[in-house]
């Protein structure tokens, strides 16, 4: 909607970005907050691209339909409503819902590289960058993709040396500085404090 004010919320693969999500959505609903995550908008398989090997690289920027993205989100500040089909990652067997985006005084967008595509990141109000070490990052990552994604230990391996860490200091790391609060596993709880104080205020 006009006016609304833009949250950005970055960082590494396994970072804790959704989590973050989790817990400002626990506290507010629509249509005070809008949560938006570029989850949603990976490519079809047939349209990603392929590494030497001929796996799908999921962690560059071309993985995401950037421009549905932000024509989507475009359409959230202009006060429309929109539909999407959510993204199941490694569950082609399961069928996707359709989930719903409604403008609101307070949107907030969390993705791998928003911060890295220009148009995005000039819609920003306020930039959260969530850091944390290497090691634990790969083990959360580990711990995902064989439970959540049923993703074999070999290509998560794999897809951290080769694509994960590649792209995280290539799009990801160098925009750290650029971030208005950067958030660690140490300082999650009172990251999180200032973050919805920001979030009660511009809804005040």
């Not at 650029?178 to 950067?182: E, F, G, T």
């Given at each position: ?5 833009v949250?950005?919320i970055c960082?590494?693969?396994?970072s804790?970005k959704?989590?973050?999500l989790?817990?400002?959505?626990a506290?507010f609903?629509e249509?005070?907050?809008?949560l938006?995550?570029q ?9 990603q ?5 001929g796996?799908i690289n ?9 421009d ?5 989100l ?5 006060g429309e ?21 409604l403008p609101a005084?307070?949107?907030i967008?969390e993705g791998?590289?928003?911060f890295?595509e220009p ?7 306020y930039?959260?960058?969530l ?11 580990l ?7 049923s993703?074999p230990?070999?290509?998560?391996h794999y ?6 860490l ?5 799009y990801?790391l160098p925009?750290k500085n ?5 958030i660690t596993?140490?300082t999650?709880e ?5 973050l919805l104080?920001i979030?009660?205020?511009h809804l005040?």
């Open positions: 909607m006009a006016g609304a004010y949250i950005g960082g590494g693969s396994a804790g959704t989590y973050l989790h817990q400002i959505s506290r609903t249509p005070s907050v809008c938006l995550s989850d949603h908008y990976y490519k079809k398989p047939e349209d691209i392929l590494d030497d090997l796996y999921f962690d560059v920027p071309a993985a995401i339909n950037t549905l993205f932000l024509e989507n475009q359409r959230i500040l202009q409503g929109i539909t999407k089909e959510e993204y199941l990652f490694n569950h082609p067997d399961l069928k996707p819902g359709e989930l719903t985006f005084p307070v949107i967008i791998l590289f928003l890295h148009k995005i990141a000039s819609m920003l109000d930039k959260v960058f850091d944390a070490n290497m090691q634990e990052l790969y083990s959360r990552r711990e995902r993709d064989r439970v959540e994604r993703i230990e070999d290509l998560v897809q951290w040396h080769k694509h994960v590649p792209s995280y200091r290539r990801i925009y650029h971030a208005d609060l950067i596993p140490d999650f009172s990251g999180l404090e200032v104080n979030i009660n205020m005040a």
